[in-house]
């Protein structure tokens, strides 16, 4: 399948393009996902994997934390690193108390397999009530064997008491669908549902510490202005296995920083947009006939494409390119006052408890004062495009450093906080004591010449 169809509020439709990117294609595919589940599975065990079937229930603890779970068949499986991949509700995350979830964006889906041949995606924005936007959206999936995915889904903050809106309203749209002309028939029985949760824009869930690392839906990795997290969870995963075979002892302060990097820029921004637009149904109704107005919907429907599916870090340049950058260059300022930002600079600043647990420090324990490790996270000291950042070898040289990561490559624009929301990079440093910690951290940053498109600054 190639561009999707996109249906906001009225019975206008934009079609929002797929463009082939420098990391993407200009397609993708469907199939169902029980297939493609089983595909993944066979790959692990190729790859080596040991299947082990099993729920499992019990965290078992030791000193340094989660060291692996008693299993519904009363076994034990214990491991160095605990990597939780189960889902939204991660029993691993609630045992190693990583979520708060008086912080988590909730959202929760339905969908079902409908007889019926459909070419191009839909997505639907709907208004059950006139003047009110349903707080989700509904899709239309194509599928294979003549059967195409139709479902809804809606966001709910921190309440997860409304889910069951996603059954309730499931027939009234289907009846839209058929309204809109994108669904030939009424199903003649209410098709089987599948629900599940989602766990959105990262907020809530601390996603490492000391041993334990968590992946995907655990992570809360699904955007919040699409629902997807295949993707993510795919990618978080892979980064988590690498980050364990890089060293253990270090694995949750690496993988913390490739998801402080990769998706904390994107998911901070729409994590409080999403939280914004559940509280103003009104007004997004009035967005959203603005924005499929056609003049204004053909501008930007590019831009929009790239920018809400988080494709513009591997996009081709091109002018729908600039306007996602642009809404990404826009989203941190207009976000930059609200409590979901706020949680995502104290999840990630050095000196939160958050990155402490990243860190592998306890933050009850009374000797932490004294732990001898710390990270700093840099950005650039002006807007422009970064050229280069010689330096990077001074920097590790200097004694007590660890390590060091660039996150951004050379060629890509950057900005200042608190307008941007990109790190540059992280530096690593453990020694004996915290000074001697913060000392190597700042000998080694003052090491990195950050260039910006020509001229040279030495921070
Ligand atoms: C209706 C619906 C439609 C969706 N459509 C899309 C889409 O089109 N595209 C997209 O990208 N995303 C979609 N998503 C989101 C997507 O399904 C998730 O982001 C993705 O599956 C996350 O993968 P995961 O491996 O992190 O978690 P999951 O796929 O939830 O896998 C977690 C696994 O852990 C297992 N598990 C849980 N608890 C335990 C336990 N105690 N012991 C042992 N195992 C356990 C579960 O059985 C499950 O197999 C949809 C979600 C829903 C609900």
């Known amino acids: 399948m190639t561009d999707s169809v996109i249906f906001v509020v009225s019975a206008e439709s934009v079609r929002l393009p797929s463009f082939p990117g420098r990391t993407y294609p200009d397609h993708a595919m469907a199939m169902p996902r029980a297939r493609f589940d089983a595909i993944l599975r066979d790959a692990a065990l190729a790859a080596g994997a040991e299947p082990v079937t099993g729920r499992v229930v019990d965290p078992i603890r030791s000193a340094n934390g989660l060291q692996g779970f008693m299993r519904s068949d009363g076994r034990r499986l214990r491991a160095d690193v605990v990597i939780g991949a189960d889902g939204a509700l991660s029993r691993v995350a609630t045992a190693a108390s990583l979520v708060d979830p008086s912080r988590v964006l909730w959202g929760f889906a339905v969908s079902a397999y409908v007889e019926e041949l459909v070419r191009l995606p839909h997505i639907v924005m709907w208004e059950p009530e006139p003047w009110r936007i349903f707080p989700g959206y509904g899709w239309l999936f194509p599928g294979v ?61 601390i996603a490492a510490r000391r041993r334990t690392l968590l992946v995907g839906d655990a992570a809360g990795l699904v955007n919040p202005l699409q629902g997807e997290g295949i993707s993510q969870a795919m990618r978080s995963g892979r980064a988590a296995a690498e980050a364990v075979l890089a060293g253990p002892d270090a694995a949750a302060t690496r993988y913390s920083a490739f998801l402080a990097a ?40 590019g831009g929009w494409s790239i920018y809400w599916n988080d494709l513009l870090e591997g ?57 001898a490790s710390g990270v700093m996270m840099f950005t650039s000291p002006r807007a422009g495009v970064l050229e280069g950042m010689p330096g990077q070898d001074e920097a590790r040289a200097v004694p007590g450093i660890a390590e060091l990561e660039i996150t951004i490559a050379s060629g890509r624009a950057v900005q200042p906080l608190p307008e941007g929301d990109r790190y540059l990079g992280f530096l690593f ?16 940053h003052s090491q990195l010449e950050i260039v910006i498109a020509g001229v040279g600054s030495r921070r």
Request: net charge positive; no cysteine.
């Open 429 to 444: 440093a453990r020694a004996g004591t915290p000074e001697e910690v913060e000392g190597a951290l700042r000998a080694a």
């Open 315 to 371: 996009a081709a340049p091109s002018s729908a390119r600039n306007i996602a950058s642009l809404v990404a260059l826009a989203g941190p300022a207009a976000t930059s006052r609200g409590r979901t930002r706020r949680w995502f600079t104290e999840a990630m600043s050095l000196r939160s408890s958050s990155l402490r647990h990243a860190l592998g420090l306890p933050a009850d324990d009374p000797t932490r004062e004294s732990a």
């Open 145 to 205: 064997d003549g059967y195409a995915n139709v479902g809804l889904g809606l966001g709910l903050r921190a309440d997860r008491s409304g889910a069951v809106a996603a059954t309730d309203w499931f027939d009234a749209f289907i009846d839209h669908l058929r309204r809109l002309g994108v669904l030939s028939r009424r199903p003649s029985r209410r098709p089987a549902l599948r629900g599940g949760w989602l766990k959105m824009g990262m907020i809530g869930t």
């Open 262 to 301: 990769t998706y904390a820029p994107f998911e901070s921004v729409t994590a409080a947009a999403q939280s914004a637009m559940l509280k103003r149904p009104r007004l997004v109704s009035v967005l959203g006939r603005v924005l499929t107005a056609p003049v204004l919907s053909h501008a930007l429907r």
